[in-house]
């Protein structure tokens, strides 16, 4: 059972798949912001000691963590996954949603990103290499920490 934070907006992260260099960014955002960021995952996981930062493990199981990053999240809120249909949850509730490598889930683009994620699920299932994800890169971790830069700022404007 996770601990409800308070209710002002907060960070979830998906975090079995969540490269270290996130995760370190967002410990520091969340001292920094005083932000509360919840990491979920199906096992135990290392936070540095912050008021700010938890950690949540969950049953292991097809979509655990998933479930209850969006029975916890709400409007406002930051999910950060790689999961396109964890993504498209959150969206439906009000919750914004970044990939670690920096790139903003929307309304306008998830059923897209949907789409183009189960034609590769396709491909892969009828024995296609489809090569996997680029590696992580400086870039990719500035692109992220620009996008939670730019969610704390209009979430402190409120």
Do not use: Y
């Not at 960070?11 to 520091?28: M, N, S, T, Y």
């Not at 670690?100 to 183009?116: E, K, N």
């Not at 489809?130 to 979430?155: C, E, I, K, Y």
């Amino acid at each position: 059972m996770i601990a409800e934070p308070s209710r002002e907006p907060c960070i979830w992260v998906d975090a079995d798949a969540c490269p270290v260099p996130i995760k370190e960014i967002l410990f520091r955002a969340a001292d920094r912001a005083q932000v509360q960021v919840t990491l979920v995952a199906n096992q135990m996981l290392r936070t540095p000691p912050s008021r700010f930062v938890r950690a949540s493990q969950v049953a292991g199981g097809f979509d655990v963590a998933d479930d209850a990053i969006v029975e916890h999240a709400a409007a406002g809120d930051l999910v950060v996954t790689q999961d396109i249909p964890l993504a498209a949850r959150v969206l439906e509730k009000g919750a914004q949603a970044i990939n670690p490598r920096g790139v903003a889930f929307t309304t306008d683009s998830i059923a897209q990103q949907l789409s183009m994620r189960n034609f590769m699920e396709e491909l892969r299932g009828a024995g296609v290499d489809t090569g996997g994800p680029s590696a992580f890169h400086p870039r990719d971790r500035q692109a992220f920490a620009n996008q939670l830069d730019g969610w704390l700022s209009r979430r402190g404007a409120r």
